[in-house]
């Protein structure tokens, strides 16, 4: 979609990156015009009005330009400053995790409103979780955004019939391919899957049709985790065709 010449939009910063002696380019996700690249002037000045504003993470009022190359910021209001995330390393390293999936999985200028919901919903619920020093919700919030996101894009997994033989799924340890698109009945494992436990797949069925709000407030053992996270990470892995940079840190900060 073209831009307009002036445009007015919230954003949320995914990347940015130093130019020149004191400009950035940054990388917004925006529910209307989906990623869009843009020039901030003279914001790693000290007098600069934009500075502050413009933070990873930070849910912003923006007004924007279109360029030739790039758009150019012209105001910013930051709106959601989300403190406590980056006070804590852990919460920190989860909310570059989900910023560096989204910049990762979706094109620029491919609008996906509903998507960015679920982003700005997601570094909100890491926020509490930060502010309680409470773990465990925060990271389902994050196995929540692996599952919603893969939905959002047309890669949901199939987590109740054996995606190749088509049969029901038994209360029973099953397997489960990323390549070929989710869970495998115990006769179908020799197609080299993974195996899944009851635990996990509850979990990850929950996880996938559950609305957030209404997520019980289930108890998740390390060895359940150690389950589910690969898991899905090899289902993104998969789709991305590529690894994410912050998923060594986040495996430093287990
Ligand atoms: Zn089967």
Redesign the pocket.
């Known amino acids: 979609m073209p831009h307009p010449r002036v445009y007015s939009t919230e954003g949320i910063i995914l990347r940015r990156t130093d130019f020149g002696e004191a400009d950035r380019i940054l990388t917004i996700f925006t529910p209307a015009y989906g990623k869009v690249r843009a020039i901030a002037k003279g914001v790693r000045r000290t007098t600069s009005r934009l500075a502050g504003h413009l933070e990873p993470f930070t849910r912003t009022q923006l007004l924007l330009a279109s360029g030739r190359n790039l758009d150019i910021v012209t105001q910013a209001e930051g709106r959601e400053r989300l403190e406590a995330l980056r006070g804590d390393v852990w919460h920190a390293t989860g909310a570059w995790y989900v910023a560096e999936l989204v910049d990762r999985f979706l094109e620029e200028d491919d609008p996906h409103p509903r998507f960015y919901t679920l982003f700005a919903e997601t570094l909100r619920r890491m926020e509490a979780g930060a502010q309680a020093h409470e773990e465990t919700r925060s990271w389902l919030a994050l196995r929540f955004f692996e599952l919603r996101l893969l939905g959002e894009l047309g890669y949901r997994p199939n987590l109740h019939q054996?995606v190749?033989?088509d049969?029901p799924l038994r209360p029973e340890e099953n397997g489960y391919s990323p390549d070929l698109g989710g869970a495998?009945?115990p006769?179908?494992l020799h197609l080299g899957a993974r195996r899944v436990s009851l635990n996990a797949l509850k979990v990850l069925r929950l996880l996938q049709t559950s609305e957030w709000e209404a997520l019980p407030a289930i108890r998740i053992e390390a060895s359940l985790r150690n389950e589910i996270e690969p898991l899905l990470r090899a289902t993104l892995r998969y789709h991305l065709d590529r690894d994410l940079k912050s998923w060594s840190f986040l495996n430093d900060t287990h």
């Open positions: 054996c190749n033989c049969t495998l009945c006769a179908c």
